[in-house]
Structure formats: structure tokens, C-alpha cells
């Protein structure tokens, strides 16, 4: 790992990444400095209720574009980029419309099912289509590598949404904590105008019906198999929580959920955001991204094992000091979810390789294999043991068994040895067992 840790401290690479998350490193110390105020103003069932909140945005966006975005960075032409950031957000506009009436018209089964504050579920379409149009903006900024403007929205996003919140439940507002989520995101577009404005401009030079239909034509896949495959991730994702609530109580689904918060964390502000940057670059050698590849693999391990070897080994006692005694569970279930994101971490990034060589329906297969372990998981826990740490133990094992998986299939294709493969996946998983013993005995 020598070569490609000296190599990645003289790239541009990391120079592009430092960029993106430099900015959402820093604005992310305020809502570390909020979250005690806020676990202390809102109750775990509170938290429970964003989470699903949260979940349903999640999953609107990840097929409400079609995910058109995805193909922004692909055509050489940058009148082909415009119009295919017009794409995705007209199908996100159209699909929210529908939602919104069909949300007037079953009103009534959801306020049954929520029993209070069920019409700001009709916020729902907006935040989507919202988040949704935020997400291709920042796709079509990272074609042209203009890393700050994505690393102010998506900072500005998170601040907007927990200073929001704070206030809201100073004032005691009742359900602030789901408001703060409304604002952030009705909030967020402000700070784009000028981005805004000059897209428009562009999109009013460049709109062409005919090049619309080719485009359509042309980058069909996406539609046709990477919605299919983020619809089927997104649910994934948010399934845990919606099942989870059938059969456990309201305040275990808050632990759940804050834990999940808490690790998606460095996932959301530093994974993702070299995945974006990985993608740009990739794209550029099309043909040998197997360098890069192994760079982005070495300094991925480096950023992740210090932070998820931190919560393994100190999950509950920092939860308790940090968040109130009442949440030391979550930190338990934090330590064992650990081992997941630590490979979601690392294989993020590499898996944009499915983008740039048009496999997205291998991504496909793998996201059906992955709802379906944690659906098991949730079913063996849930139903047949009934014990919420049994459940997200399975549901943790399973997930960092799959994802580790599509690692060993995301470097071979970017033809990396088997030697470098296991150094990156095995010897990490070592040290947190490592770690994970050494709590359990300390406790």
C-alpha cells in the first residue's frame, strides 16, 4: 500500500476530495455541537418519526429522476449535459405532482396510521422533488469539477436543518424535529441562485425536444436499471425502520435510528463525496481506471478504520457522555454496525466503476441480494426472537458479509490482485474484531 498512498498524496485527486469535504467537515462541527441539545429537547420516538420521514425522501429520490443524473457526466457535449440535467428534473417534477395528489386523496389512511401531524406529510413531494433537483445540480457541477459550490449546498443543507430544528424545540414546538427536516431542505435552494440562474440560462439556450427524445433513447439503461437498482437500495435502507416499527416499540426505533444517523455520518460527508470525485476522474480513463482505483481504496481504509474503530470500541460509554445517559443503547447498536459501514465506506466510492463501464445491472443483482438479508435478518430477530439487539446484530453481519462481497467483485474488475484485495478487506475486519473483544471485556 506504499505506492499507492505516496502516488495519492501527490494527485490532484485528493486535492479535488479535499475540496468537497473540506467545507462539510467543517460546518458539520455545528450539528455535533447541537445533536446534545437536540437529544436532550426531543424524545426518541420523535427521532423515529424523521427517520421514516427521512426514509420515504430517500427513496422518492432515488427514482423520481430516473436517475438521469448519473448520465450528466457521461456525453462529451455540453449541450447533451444540459439537457439531460433538464430530464432529470422533469421526470422529478411530474412523478411529485402525481404524489402530491395521490397524498390529498389517502389523507385519511395515513393520519390513521400516524395519528398526529399527518398532513406535513404532504411536504413529502416537495422535499423530494427538492432534494431530488439538488441532486442532479450537484451531478452536472461535478461534470464541469466545480467541487465548492456542491460542498456549500450540501453544508448548507445540514446546517439549515439543525439549526432549524434547534430552535423549533427550544420554543417547544411540538414534532420540530420533522419541521427542522422541511426547512433544511424547502431552505437549501437559496444558496444556489447564482448556480441556478446561470443553469436556466444555459437550459433556455440549449432545450431541444428532438435532442430530448435521443437523449432518452440513448441513456435508457438508467432508467431501466440503476432506478430499479437505488430504488431497490433506498428500500433496503429504509425498510429496518418501517418494519422494525411493527414489532418493536416507538423509543427503539429512535435508538435505531439515531445510531444509523450517528454512522451514515462520515458515509454521507466523506464517502460519497469521493465517490462523486472518482467518478469525474474515472471517466477521464475510461480504459485504466485500475490505478486510481487501488488510490482511492488505500485512502478510503486510512479515513475509515480510525473512525469506525473509535465507535467499536467505544460506542456506548461515547453515547452516554455525548448524547445522555438515555441513549446509551444506541450506542451498543452502534458498535456492531460498525463492521457494515466500514465496507459501505470503502466500496462506495469504487462502485461508480458500474457507472462508468454501463454495468448498472450487476448493481441490480446486488441490491436485490442485499434487501432480501436484511429482510431475513429482520424476520428471524423480529419475528421469530423478538430481540432488537439479536435483530440489528443479524441485520449488521449480514450486511458487512454482502458489501464485502461486492468489494472483492468492484477490484477485480478493476483488475487489482488478490494480495492487495485481502490486505484492504481483511486485515481491517481483524482489527475491529480486535477492537470489539477488547470492549466487551473492559465492560
Known amino acids: 500500500m506504499a505506492n499507492p498512498l505516496s502516488?495519492?498524496?501527490?494527485?490532484?485527486?485528493?486535492?479535488?476530495?479535499?475540496?468537497?469535504?473540506?467545507?462539510?467537515?467543517?460546518?458539520?462541527?455545528?450539528?455535533?455541537?447541537?445533536?446534545?441539545?437536540?437529544?436532550?429537547?426531543?424524545?426518541?420516538?420523535?427521532?423515529?418519526?424523521?427517520?421514516?420521514?427521512?426514509?420515504?425522501?430517500?427513496?422518492?429520490?432515488?427514482?423520481?429522476?430516473?436517475?438521469?443524473?448519473l448520465a450528466i457526466v457521461l456525453p462529451r457535449s455540453s449541450r447533451q449535459a444540459h439537457l439531460l440535467l433538464a430530464i432529470a428534473i422533469g421526470w422529478a417534477f411530474i412523478i411529485n405532482v402525481l404524489l402530491f395528489v395521490l397524498l390529498l386523496l389517502g389523507l385519511s389512511l395515513i393520519h390513521t396510521g400516524l395519528r398526529s401531524d399527518a398532513w406535513l406529510f404532504l411536504f413529502l413531494p416537495l422535499s423530494?422533488?427538492?432534494?431530488?433537483?439538488?441532486?442532479?445540480?450537484?451531478c452536472w457541477l461535478n461534470r464541469q469539477q466545480r467541487y465548492y459550490p456542491i460542498s456549500v449546498s450540501n453544508s448548507a443543507q445540514r446546517l439549515l436543518t439543525v439549526i432549524?430544528?434547534?430552535?423549533?424545540?427550544?420554543?417547544?414546538?411540538?414534532?420540530?424535529?420533522?419541521?427542522?427536516?422541511?426547512?433544511?431542505?424547502?431552505?437549501?435552494?437559496?444558496?444556489?441562485?447564482?448556480?441556478?440562474?446561470?443553469?436556466?440560462?444555459?437550459?433556455?439556450?440549449?432545450?431541444?425536444?428532438?435532442?430530448?427524445?435521443?437523449?432518452?433513447?440513448?441513456?435508457?439503461?438508467?432508467?431501466?436499471?440503476?432506478?430499479?437498482?437505488?430504488?431497490?437500495?433506498?428500500?433496503?435502507?429504509?425498510?429496518?425502520?418501517?418494519?422494525?416499527?411493527?414489532?418493536?416499540r416507538q423509543t427503539e426505533i429512535g435508538l435505531y435510528a439515531l445510531s444509523v444517523r450517528v454512522l451514515m455520518l462520515p458515509v454521507s460527508v466523506l464517502s460519497r463525496n469521493i465517490g462523486q470525485v472518482f467518478l469525474s476522474r474515472a471517466q477521464q480513463l475510461k480504459l485504466t481506471p485500475e490505478v486510481l482505483t487501488r488510490q482511492v481504496a488505500s485512502w478510503s481504509t486510512l479515513v475509515a478504520l480510525p473512525i469506525f474503530g473509535v465507535l467499536v470500541l467505544c460506542g456506548p460509554v461515547l453515547f452516554s457522555w455525548f448524547f445522555g445517559a438515555a441513549w446509551r443503547v444506541a450506542g451498543q447498536y452502534t458498535q456492531l454496525m460498525s463492521f457494515w459501514l466500514f465496507y459501505v465506506f470503502l466500496t462506495h466510492p469504487i462502485s461508480m466503476l458500474l457507472v462508468i463501464k454501463e454495468q448498472q445491472h450487476k448493481n441490480l443483482l446486488f441490491d436485490v441480494l442485499l434487501l432480501a438479508a436484511r429482510l431475513a435478518s429482520i424476520a428471524i430477530g423480529a419475528i421469530w426472537l423478538k430481540n432488537m439487539l439479536i435483530t440489528v446484530a443479524l441485520f449488521a453481519g449480514l450486511g458487512a458479509l454482502l458489501w464485502c462481497g461486492y468489494a472483492v467483485y468492484l477490484f477485480r474488475l478493476a483488475q487489482q490482485r488478490y494480495r492487495f484485495i485481502m490486505a484492504i478487506l481483511i486485515l481491517p475486519l481483524i482489527m475491529l474484531c480486535c477492537l470489539g473483544m477488547l470492549s466487551f471485556l473492559i465492560r
Request: glycine share 6%; charged share 15%; aromatic share 10%.
Open 7 to 69: 502516488n495519492l498524496l501527490r494527485s490532484s485527486f485528493l486535492r479535488q476530495v479535499g475540496v468537497l469535504i473540506s467545507s462539510a467537515l467543517l460546518t458539520q462541527m455545528v450539528p455535533f455541537l447541537f445533536a446534545p441539545l437536540l437529544t436532550r429537547l426531543f424524545v426518541p420516538h420523535d427521532f423515529g418519526v424523521v427517520a421514516l420521514y427521512v426514509a420515504i425522501v430517500n427513496v422518492g429520490c432515488s427514482i423520481v429522476t430516473g436517475r438521469y443524473e
Open 128 to 138: 423530494i422533488f427538492l432534494a431530488a433537483s439538488l441532486q442532479s445540480v450537484n
Open 164 to 248: 432549524s430544528s434547534a430552535i423549533l424545540g427550544v420554543a417547544h414546538i411540538k414534532s420540530g424535529l420533522l419541521y427542522g427536516q422541511v426547512m433544511g431542505k424547502v431552505l437549501t435552494p437559496i444558496v444556489l441562485l447564482k448556480v441556478l440562474s446561470e443553469i436556466y440560462q444555459k437550459l433556455r439556450r440549449d432545450f431541444s425536444r428532438k435532442w430530448i427524445r435521443r437523449l432518452l433513447k440513448r441513456y435508457r439503461r438508467f432508467p431501466l436499471y440503476s432506478a430499479p437498482s437505488s430504488l431497490i437500495n433506498a428500500l433496503s435502507t429504509a425498510s429496518p425502520i418501517i418494519l422494525l416499527s411493527l414489532f418493536f
